[in-house]
């Protein structure tokens, strides 16, 4: 009874049911995931990445204004290092009773496990060498990789990486087409505006397209419209033909952008021609809707895939754990049915 009482929980839950399902098991996998115990380990989530607003050098202060700010906090060595290895210890123990409930078979199987494991060692090694340093070391790498904490401890973040990565191949074409019109754009304007012997007429150039990555950050930054029409206003100032390359930027974008609307997101004519008056940020507009297009669908069909399989599995296994405490057949179909 108490191991179809676990696979319901699971099924509920949506939890994966590779697990042991002794009595002894059983009620530890239950400890675990009982509200107590996992609101224990969201605190602990929270504590460790919460540490970054106090753990030297802070900013944590009371204003924004940098002329009323006072001194920072900076607590004394080991304080925050203390928090954070009790931290630490805690998600050892949290690893050790995931692998144990799982088995050492599906342990080397799940990889996310195995990364939690790499994690905390990281983390450890980390921590070890900043205490040893009195804290005065120029770079925590454990500060990078706390995220992971709250990655591993949410299976619908799980779930959301994975489509991420599934989604990727899928917008590629149009994150070359973003690439390619930049680039030519950037090439045409580092052309048009070259450096001159008369130092009036280089103030475009000296402001945004003085190099290379000068040149491709500022046209990147048009796309957002964050500096329209601070970008070209020097050169327009000198000649007002010189605003034609920057409307063909937003224009010629825009073309490219109506085909792979009508191709890849499937919308009708009207939508893609109010899309073609929205703004000169269109291209950015075209890679949120494949985005959103292709992962949409892929988080939606893994889903209900998993729940689908899960769902038939568990009842499967309910039916199969009754079933060996109970030999009467028409009790067993009557539980199945109800099932």
């Known amino acids: 009874i108490q191991q179809a009482v676990v696979f319901i929980e699971d099924a509920i839950q949506y939890r994966s049911i590779n697990h042991r399902v002794d009595d002894r098991s059983l009620r530890l996998y239950r400890w675990y995931y009982s509200k107590l115990c996992q609101w224990c380990l ?16 802070s900013s944590l202060s009371f204003s924004s204004d940098p002329r009323l700010r006072a001194t920072h906090l900076n607590p004394v060595c080991g304080v925050t290092e203390s928090v954070e290895l009790l931290c630490l210890i805690i998600f050892c123990l949290d690893l050790a009773v995931k692998s144990y409930l799982i088995g050492w078979e599906e342990f080397k199987k799940n990889k996310w496990l195995i ?21 005065d070391e120029r770079l925590r790498v454990r500060r990078l990789i706390r995220p992971f904490f709250l990655l591993q401890n949410s299976s619908l973040m799980k779930k959301t990486l994975k489509c991420i990565k599934r989604t990727l191949p899928e917008i590629a074409s149009v994150i070359l ?11 045409i304007g580092m052309l048009l505006f070259a450096k001159t012997e008369d130092p009036e007429k280089n103030e475009e150039w000296s402001l ?25 206003m020097p050169a327009y100032s000198l000649n007002r033909i010189y605003a034609v390359f920057f409307v063909l930027f937003s224009v010629i974008g825009k073309k490219g952008i109506l085909f792979f609307l009508m191709v890849n997101a499937e ?19 075209l890679l949120t809707a494949i985005i959103y297009n292709q992962f949409r669908g892929y988080l939606l069909v893994s889903l209900y895939t998993d729940i689908k399989f899960l769902m038939s599995f568990l009842v499967s296994s309910i039916f199969n754990s009754y079933s060996s405490q109970n030999n009467d057949v028409r009790s067993n179909s009557r539980c199945f049915i109800r099932l």
């Open 267 to 285: 919308l009708c004519f009207s939508q893609s021609v109010s899309c073609f008056l929205a703004g000169t940020y269109c291209l950015m507009n």
């Open 208 to 232: 945004h397209f003085r190099n290379l990555p000068m040149a491709l950050t500022s046209l990147l930054v048009l796309l957002t419209t964050a500096n329209n029409p601070d970008v070209m």
């Open 115 to 135: 990364s939690y494991m790499v994690v905390i060692s990281v983390s450890f090694i980390d921590w070890m060498l900043s205490v040893s340093m009195v804290c």
């Open 42 to 57: 969201g605190l602990t989530i929270a504590v460790v990445l919460l540490l970054a607003f106090v753990e030297r050098p």
């Open 177 to 187: 087409l973003l690439a390619l019109h930049l680039c030519l754009f950037t090439m």
